[in-house]
C-alpha cells in the first residue's frame, strides 16, 4: 500500500521559485512524517531547471510536467493541466501559496475537482489523513478551523510567510516527469507582462523591519526613519493608514490585508497595535515599540517599549549609532 | 450588453464576538451591508453602463434581507436586482454558493460579462468568483486593476501579480474580479434612491431554478468549520524603555547587542 500524497503547487516568480512554495515545501515535510509522500508539482518550460530551486528544500519527489506555453499560460489552462495530473495520481491534499496566483487558480481547481478549498490559511495540521486547515474571518477577528471530510483531494492555500523555509542538508527528492495535455483557451489572451522591478528586499523578505504608522507619519520621521532602515540594513513598512501615501503602496503593508513578517527585529513607531496590525508581525523575533500613548496595545505584543515621541527617540537612536 | 455584478451582504463591522457557551459567532444586532468590496464591482459597472449603455443586474443569494443590498445597488445605478433566497441554499459553502449563481445567471441568459469583489470581508475567501467562472466555462479574470472595454465584444484588463503588470485580453462573455483599487464607488443620489424603488427586484427560489440538490446548501458544501475562537495575540513580556530618549536609546543599544542584532 502506498502512502498518500501531499502535493505543494510549485509557483513561478519571474525566472524563480515563488518562497511561499519553499515555506509550504517545508511544513508539508513535517506534516507528512512517515505518513505521507510529499511531491512537489512544477509546471515549467523545457528549458527551465526550477527544480534546481526545489530540491533543497527536501519534497520526496518533485514531480515536472514541461510545456513552454506555461509561464504564462492563463488561470484556466493551469487549473486545466493540475486537474489531469490530479485524475492521474489522486493525491489526499493539495497545497497553494495564498499569492493572487494560488488564490485564482485554486479555486477553478477546486470547481472542476467539486471538492473543498481552505482559503488564506494560518496553520495547517492532519488528523489521521484529514487536513484541518486554520483560517481567519472577518479581518481576522476570528480564526475557523476546517475540513473537508468527504472528498478529496482535500485543498487550502496558505498565506504567504505563515511558515519559515528550512534547506535540509541531506534532501534526495526523486525527480520525475508527468504528462498532459496542454488545452488552450483561446478566448483570453495575455498580450504584455512586465516585471514590476523591485530588486530590492521587500518588507516581506527583509531581516530588519522599520515599521511605522499614523504616529510617525511625517516628512522628517519618514526620512529619520529611512535613515535608520539603512543603518540596521531593513527596509520600511508601514500600518495601512500610510499606504494612502503616494510614497507607500500596499507591498511596504505589514498586518492582516498586507504582508506577514517574521523579522529577527521590528521597530514599530506611532502604531497603536490593531489586532489586524500585530497579525501581521507578531512572530517577529525581537519586537520594540515606541508610541506616546502609555496604553498602546502594541505594548503588551512586545521585548522593548518606549512610551515618548517616535521623532525624539529615532533622533536619539541615529546620533548613538556610531 | 448585459452586466451581471455578484454581490453579497455583510455584517456592518468586523467585530463580531464568539457565545462563550454555544461557541458560535454572535451576529445578534449586527446590521447588514452591501460587501464593501462589492461596492467597486457596482461602480466598474456603472462606469461601463455610461460607455456602452449596458444593463446592468445585481446578483445576490441569502436570506431576504438580502434584499436591501440589492436596493443599494440600484440606489448606485444598477437597473435590477435578483435575489436567490430559499431555505435549501443556505450553509453553502463556496462551491454551494458558487453553484446556484452559476445556475441563476445562466437562467437569466445573454450575460456578456459578470463582475465580482476581491473577496467578501466576512469571509475572506475570494474563491466564489473562479468558481463560477469555471462552471460557466468561461475564461477569468482576477485582481483587475483597471477594466475598459476594448472592442465590441473584448474586455482589456491590467492585473497586478506579485511580480508583473499583466495585461488581458478577453473576448466576451468572461468573469471578471475588481482589485478595490481600481475606482472609488459612488453615492447613491437622492434621486436614484428614489427610482430604486421602482426598479425590478426578482426573488427566484429553489423551483425557479434548475438545480441538482445533491450540490445544495449544507449537504452540497465539502468543508465544515468544526472551530471557531476568538485569536488571542501572543502576549510578550515587556521590558521597557526609560528616560530621556538618549537614555532609552542607549539602553535599547545595549539590549540589541546582547542579543546579537548590533
Ligand atoms: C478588514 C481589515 C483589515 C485591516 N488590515 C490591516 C493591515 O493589514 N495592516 C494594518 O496596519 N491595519 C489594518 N487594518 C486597520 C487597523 O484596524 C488599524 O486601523 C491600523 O492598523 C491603525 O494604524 P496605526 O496604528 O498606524 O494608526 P492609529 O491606530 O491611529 O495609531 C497611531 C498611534 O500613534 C501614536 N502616536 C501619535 N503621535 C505619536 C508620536 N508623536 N510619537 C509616537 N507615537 C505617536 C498614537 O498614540 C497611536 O497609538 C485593517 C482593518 C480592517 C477592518
Ligand atoms: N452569497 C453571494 N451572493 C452573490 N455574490 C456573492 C456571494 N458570496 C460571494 N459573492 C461574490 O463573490 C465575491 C467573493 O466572495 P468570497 O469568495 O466569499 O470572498 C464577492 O465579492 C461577491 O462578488
Known sequence: MSKPELWVVAERRLDHIEPTTQQLITKATRLAGDHFHVVTVLLEATTDHLEDELQPYGPDEIRIVRDDRFPTATDAELADALKQLIDAAHPNTVLFGATITGRSIAPRLQAKLQTGLTADCLDLRFDDETLVATKPSYGDNIMCEIICPDRRPQMATVRPNTFVAQPQADATPAITTAHITFHPVARLHVTAATPVVNTATTVGDASRVVALGRGAANEDTIASATQLAEKLGGRIGVSRPLTDQDRFTHDDQIGQSGNTIHPDLILNFGISGAVQYLVGMQDSQTIVSVNSDPNAPIFAASDYGYVGDAQAFMTALLAQFA | ?262
Open chain 2, 1 to 262: 450588453m448585459k452586466i451581471v455584478v455578484c454581490i453579497k451582504q455583510v455584517p456592518e463591522t468586523n467585530d463580531v464576538t464568539i457565545d462563550p457557551h454555544t461557541h458560535n459567532l454572535d451576529r445578534r444586532g449586527l446590521a447588514g451591508v452591501m460587501n464593501p468590496f462589492d461596492k467597486n464591482a457596482v461602480e466598474q459597472a456603472l462606469q461601463l453602463k455610461a460607455a456602452t449603455d449596458a444593463e446592468v443586474v445585481l446578483l445576490t443569494m441569502g436570506p431576504d434581507d438580502y434584499a436591501q443590498s440589492l436596493r443599494e445597488g440600484m440606489a448606485m445605478g444598477a437597473d435590477s436586482g435578483v435575489l436567490l433566497s430559499d431555505r435549501a441554499f443556505a450553509g453553502a459553502d463556496t462551491l454551494a454558493t458558487g453553484y446556484v449563481l452559476a445556475q441563476a445567471i445562466a437562467k437569466i441568459g445573454d450575460v456578456d460579462l459578470i463582475i465580482f469583489g476581491r473577496q467578501a470581508v466576512d469571509a475572506d475567501t475570494g474563491q466564489v468568483g473562479p468558481i463560477v467562472a469555471e462552471f460557466l466555462h468561461q475564461p477569468q479574470i482576477t485582481y483587475a486593476a483597471t477594466l475598459r472595454l476594448s472592442g465590441p465584444n473584448e474586455v482589456t484588463a491590467e492585473r497586478l501579480l506579485e511580480d508583473t503588470k499583466q495585461t488581458l485580453v478577453a473576448q466576451l462573455p468572461a468573469v471578471v474580479s475588481v482589485r478595490s483599487e481600481l475606482n472609488t464607488p459612488r453615492y447613491p443620489t437622492p434621486r436614484n434612491i428614489q427610482l430604486s424603488f421602482t426598479k425590478p427586484l426578482t426573488t427566484w427560489h429553489h423551483d425557479d431554478l434548475d438545480l441538482d440538490d445533491t450540490r445544495l446548501g449544507q449537504a452540497g458544501s465539502p468543508t465544515i468549520v468544526t472551530k471557531v475562537y476568538a485569536p488571542t495575540p501572543v502576549k510578550r513580556a515587556l521590558t521597557p524603555l526609560t528616560g530621556t530618549p538618549q537614555e532609552a536609546a542607549s539602553q535599547l543599544i545595549k539590549a540589541l547587542k546582547d542579543r546579537q542584532l548590533l
